[in-house]
């Protein structure tokens, strides 16, 4: 198999090329590094350097290096940014992926791997989020990543493709300090980022109806994620027809107060968090089931929460000297 990884400069997705390269695959990178970081890719890994919305760069380069496979994460993803672009998400998200799958169909190509989003679902009132859960979608990125799953598993009916639609939860920490998230839109790096300015951490709203008044979420280990990947990437190369949608996650709850206390911890910057307002769109709860996954693709998370904080740590030692206080 060749696979083609959308989106392998980016925080996951140089995770996934990483872990696909450790496992002996052949790997080749699109990504135009609106985002990414070249240097993040494994040592061998080419790297094409365009658009997913380049439908005869996509055509060239799945036919030159003869591509079998294709995990598709390039996307834009900032939850907030959509709300004010819905156009630019839109045509980002679907518009790349749409001009993506024409040119996989025409390849012949028969395995696609999607990046989805626990931001599918929305608010769902549920202890545990399945993938028959309603969804409704709560923002443009969100319905991107919907309408995106419903035109994956068209294209697969359509072109006779296996399909796989992965629901990632909330993505924390690094395999290596190199790979760690650069940006600042997850509630790890925003507290690092707080802390490391000499500021109290910000915790939006503490009079949700949780245990301790503030939103739980679901936290997957950017490593486990991959390995998520790996699992699926290994179902579509043997031999699956069809298309598979499922949960990522840990099926865990942790509160955000929670996860300040522990960042607090591991970065020995106990500073007490400030509670402001609570932001909009922000559901109480969102956390996994993830017996799906398990059943399916025989794939489970293995690392804790410590072990997300304590890795994107590192990595943000590593871009940020000036935060160590030791
Ligand atoms: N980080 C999370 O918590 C999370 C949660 C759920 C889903 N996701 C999804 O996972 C995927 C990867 O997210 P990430 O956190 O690694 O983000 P990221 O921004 O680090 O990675 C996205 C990569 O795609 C590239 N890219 C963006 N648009 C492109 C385009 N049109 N053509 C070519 N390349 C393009 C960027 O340069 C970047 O390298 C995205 O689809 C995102 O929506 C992320």
Known sequence: MTWLI????????AHVARAMVAEGERVLVLDDLSAGVRSRLPEGVPLVRGSALDGELLKSVLAEHEVTGVVHLAARKQVGESVERPTHYYRENLGGLATLLDAVAEAGIRRFLFSSSAAVYGDPDVDLITEDTPCTPMSPYGETKLAGEWLVRAAGRAHG????????????????????????FNVVPMVFDRLTRGEAPRIFGDDYPTPDGT?????????????????????????????????????????????????GEVTGDGTPAVVEPRRPGDAPRAVASSALAERELGWRAQRGVRDMVESAWQGWLLHHPEARHD
């Open 6 to 13: 959308t989106g392998g400069a980016g925080y996951i997705g």
């Open 161 to 184: 493709m296996a399909t796989v639609c992965l629901r990632y939860f909330n993505v924390a920490g690094a395999a290596a300090p190199e790979l760690a998230d650069t940006g600042v």
């Open 215 to 263: 939103c739980v979420r679901d936290y997957i280990h950017v490593a486990d994620l991959a390995e998520a990947h790996l699992a699926a990437a290994r179902r579509l190369a043997g031999g699956a027809t069809g298309d598979l949608t499922v949960n990522v996650g840990r099926g865990e709850g942790v509160s955000v107060r929670e996860l300040v206390t522990l960042i």
